[in-house]
């Protein structure tokens, strides 16, 4: 499967890198809820996640990644720093502020900007403890036509983070936490009969 999955990466690298981007979000949305114990899974907000990711994130990231690497090539430790410095100062900002406009618009709100406004600059904020790395393993280590489809993969937890705070958070990580914590005090204990 995974060298079915390269070779249609190298010869069809748009279309596999968009796809799978896009249902990598939606399958972050799916995560979301399904651990927030929602009794019905609203199915019309895994879809607007994932029309905002395969209409623009997916493309996004596809094109931003190719041009970083026609104005700074190679793998050396100045691009990739480059790469690294411009990904967050540029692309971060604008794939957040997207995702939380485009399901605000999707929704109908009557105003798109109300969530970007609460949560942009701790979500932003948030971001740096986590995409500077994970970018920096990409542009030193991935080869290009799989950039996307690494960031995707990524961008799965990230989804993930974003849902809940667009949801009920407030783009902190300490809140995410909060989250996590209170769900694994839900979790059924271990059943006692399974043990020796």
């Known amino acids: 499967m995974r060298k079915a999955f390269l ?6 690298p748009w279309v596999t890198n968009v796809t799978l981007y896009g249902c990598l979000f939606a399958g972050g949305d799916f995560v979301h809820q399904w651990f927030s114990h929602r009794e019905e899974m609203d199915w019309r907000q895994t879809r607007r996640v994932a029309m905002v990711a395969f209409s623009f994130h997916g493309n996004f990231n596809y094109f931003w990644m190719r041009g970083l690497e026609r104005m700074f090539p190679g793998n050396s430790g100045g691009m990739v720093l480059r ?5 967050q100062t540029i692309a971060s900002p604008i794939a957040t502020t997207a995702f939380y406009t485009g399901v605000s618009l999707l929704e109908g709100k009557d105003d798109i900007f109300q969530d970007w406004r609460e949560k942009f600059l701790n979500t932003y904020k948030t971001g740096l403890m986590y995409w500077p790395f994970v970018q920096f393993l990409n542009f030193a280590l991935v080869p290009l036509y799989l950039r996307t489809t690494f960031t995707g993969c990524c961008a799965f937890l990230w989804a993930t983070f974003l849902c809940f705070s667009r949801q009920s958070g407030d783009g902190t990580a ?4 909060t989250w996590i914590l209170d769900l694994h005090k839900r979790l059924p204990p271990p ?6």
Do not use: E, Y
């Open 7 to 12: 070779r249609q990466a190298k010869r069809f």
């Open 83 to 87: 790469k690294v410095l411009l990904d």
């Open 174 to 177: 300490s809140a995410a936490l």
């Open 191 to 196: 059943d006692s009969s399974q043990k020796k």
